[in-house]
């Protein structure tokens, strides 16, 4: 049948499961709204590009499915540019389309021409620029099909004008299905190998990262991890993937994470990596990271192994395929006097929540108590709250933690948080945001509020950008340039504009309180905490130094 290119846009989302999209209209991709206008896709209408990029994140993480966000060309499309270098970093999977300019404009400065492609291509897993409306469905399926499979990452398609409203001959197909890949010939040699390294090892321990909960295989690791009787770490991206109540679970590791955890990495003689990148963060000095220990390195991406650490073994492919052999080989080894000593770094750091005074640990640690057993997706932005979040929160289930891992980016954290909560209505999304990157994106609160997501917004005010503020204390003799924030903002006011109820909170039993009545009301709510200026997080490595060197903050 013949049909525009803009409508295969469309009948290509509704093959792909599409039901969700995040956007924001322009003059070169308005035939394509048009036809959203009575698609069977609900369109959410953000403030903002990097609203409509940030969310499709967040649906996406939330879900399991492929996010998506639509802009015009020019201004629109490079407001997309941050949120894709998120996603690009945290291997998260996108598709994000944009108008263009109509071929016959291209290359001649035409009003609001970018080369999207060309900006994006760094941070982009792949792109297209579709110059025929013929090739429309064929790049719409291949570019599902690269987001999702192998290492997921966002893909982006620029579709100009004239391609939009050209007709086409359109075969609708059932979508391609990914197939996993077999394992190389030599893989089962090289688990053969890893398992007995494993059992020899007295001091071993386990690094989950992102890249489990990416694969799905949060279940096989942790009867990868029970089998072997192994200490388990998680990296920032990679909680939840192994349940934090798990006796096995040490905590958080890398440069504020919790001391049994990195101690156990320090000491350790194995390390058995799955789905991590090794960032500085994690490694602090790297040639003390990999002193006298041997590497283990799992991931489904080659470029990974061997990029930042030497790995004795590396194990390339699917994260379920691999575990399920080492579950087959597996036999713990002699870790007795390996647990006795964790057992001493357990006891000796213990987490003290004082509630004398309103703090971000205590808050967290509140909301934490009181969502046991609950369907919630904890957000962050990024900052001291975010580090404060993964050290006091206590994730067990996969896909319930959201954060912007590789890249930082602040003013993430809301507009992810209402994406995950579209992309998973029946769990309650609940954000930590600091004021400085609650700022950056806080119109999308209007965003909310129009389409009645109830996401529990927790501004942690502090009145500085907190983590700046934190090095400055410590490493530039508190000459706080820039980064404290004195002028007071009404945030109540703020919310209650935009149409959401909001009230402030200066102590433990008033935060408690209106933590009660947001979670009781099925509502959008914002909730400001005021705290210290001067609270910093602790523990804290010191930059580039060894995993148990710690700074003295006091």
């Given at each position: 049948m013949k049909i525009s290119g803009a409508r295969a846009v469309v009948e290509?989302?509704?093959?792909?499961?599409?039901?969700?999209?995040?956007?924001?209209?322009?003059?070169?991709?308005?035939?394509?709204?048009?036809?959203?206008?009575?698609?069977?896709?609900?369109?959410?209408?953000?403030?903002?590009?990097?609203?409509?990029?940030?969310?499709?994140?967040?649906?996406?993480?939330?879900?399991?499915?492929?996010?998506?966000?639509?802009?015009?060309?020019?201004?629109?499309?490079?407001?997309?540019?941050?949120?894709?270098?998120?996603?690009?970093?945290?291997?998260?999977?996108?598709?994000?389309?944009?108008?263009?300019?109509?071929?016959?404009?291209?290359?001649?400065?035409?009003?609001?021409?970018v080369d999207i492609v060309g900006i994006s291509m760094p941070v982009t897993k792949h792109n297209f620029l579709v110059k025929s409306p013929a090739?429309?469905?064929?790049?719409?399926?291949?570019?599902?099909?690269?987001?999702?499979?192998?290492?997921?990452?966002?893909?982006?398609?620029?579709?100009?004008?004239?391609?939009?409203?050209?007709?086409?001959?359109?075969?609708?197909?059932?979508?391609?299905?990914?197939?996993?890949?077999p394992l190389a010939d030599n893989m089962r040699t090289l688990v053969e190998k890893a398992a007995s390294l494993i059992r020899s090892a007295k001091r071993p321990v386990m690094v989950i990262g992102g890249g489990v909960v990416r694969g799905g295989a949060s279940k096989e690791v942790r009867q990868v991890v029970e089998k072997y009787r192994l200490p388990v770490v998680s990296t920032l991206m990679g909680l939840g993937a192994f349940p934090a109540s798990h006796p096995q679970y040490l905590g958080l590791t890398g440069m504020h994470g919790h001391k049994p955890a990195n101690n156990a990495v320090a000491g350790a003689d194995l390390i058995i990596a799955a789905g991590s990148r090794f960032n500085d963060r994690v490694t602090g000095d790297l040639e003390r990271y990999q002193a006298n220990k041997m590497i283990i390195h799992i991931d489904i991406d080659p470029s990974e192994v061997g990029k930042n650490v030497k790995a004795a073994i590396g194990l390339i492919g699917e994260f379920k395929q691999l575990f399920k052999l080492l579950i087959?080989?597996?036999?713990?080894?002699?870790?007795?006097?390996?647990?006795?000593?964790?057992?001493?770094?357990?006891?000796?750091?213990?987490?003290?929540?004082?509630?004398?005074?309103?703090?971000?640990?205590?808050?967290?640690?509140?909301?934490?108590?009181?969502?046991?057993?609950?369907?919630?997706?904890?957000?962050?932005?990024?900052?001291?709250?975010?580090?404060?979040?993964?050290?006091?929160?206590?994730?067990?289930?996969?896909?319930?933690?959201?954060?912007?891992?590789?890249?930082?980016?602040?003013?993430?954290?809301?507009?992810?948080?209402?994406?995950?909560?579209?992309?998973?209505?029946?769990?309650?999304?609940?954000?930590?945001?600091?004021?400085?990157?609650?700022?950056?994106?806080?119109?999308?609160?209007?965003?909310?509020?129009?389409?009645?997501?109830?996401?529990?917004?927790?501004?942690?005010?502090?009145?500085?950008?907190?983590l700046v503020r934190q090095w400055q204390q410590l490493f530039f003799n508190k000459r706080y340039s820039a980064s404290l924030l004195p002028r007071e903002i009404d945030f109540v006011g703020h919310s209650r504009a935009l149409g959401v109820e909001a009230c402030r909170t200066t102590t433990p039993d008033e935060f408690s309180k209106a933590w009660a009545e947001a979670w009781g009301k099925r509502q959008p709510r914002v909730i400001i905490a005021d705290v210290a200026g001067d609270d910093l997080v602790s523990p804290m490595i010191v930059p580039g130094a060894a995993l148990d060197q710690y700074v003295d903050i006091g």
């Open positions: 290509c989302l509704l093959e792909q499961g599409v039901d969700t999209v995040f956007g924001y209209p322009g003059s070169q991709v308005l035939p394509l709204y048009d036809v959203l206008y009575d698609a069977n896709i609900r369109h959410i209408l953000t403030v903002h590009e990097q609203g409509a990029v940030h969310a499709a994140d967040g649906y996406a993480r939330a879900s399991g499915r492929v996010g998506v966000c639509i802009a015009t060309s020019g201004p629109g499309a490079t407001n997309l540019v941050t949120g894709l270098a998120a996603a690009y970093m945290d291997s998260v999977p996108l598709v994000a389309i944009t108008g263009q300019v109509s071929t016959t404009l291209l290359g001649r400065d035409s009003f609001q021409e090739l429309v469905p064929e790049v719409m399926r291949k570019a599902f099909l690269i987001a999702r499979s192998g290492r997921p990452g966002p893909v982006l398609v620029d579709i100009p004008k004239d391609v939009q409203t050209d007709l086409l001959d359109f075969c609708p197909m059932v979508p391609q299905r990914y197939n996993v890949r087959e080989m597996g036999n713990p080894g002699e870790t007795k006097e390996w647990w006795q000593e964790i057992a001493v770094w357990r006891q000796n750091f213990t987490l003290n929540y004082n509630a004398e005074r309103l703090t971000a640990p205590w808050l967290i640690r509140h909301i934490a108590d009181n969502t046991i057993g609950q369907p919630v997706m904890f957000v962050t932005d990024v900052g001291q709250h975010q580090m404060w979040a993964a050290q006091h929160l206590k994730i067990d289930d996969p896909g319930s933690w959201l954060t912007s891992g590789g890249l930082g980016a602040m003013g993430f954290g809301l507009p992810a948080a209402m994406g995950a909560q579209a992309g998973r209505p029946d769990s309650r999304a609940i954000l930590f945001v600091g004021d400085g990157g609650f700022k950056m994106t806080a119109m999308e609160l209007y965003t909310i509020a129009t389409y009645d997501l109830p996401v529990i917004v927790i501004i942690i005010n502090n009145r500085c950008l907190g």
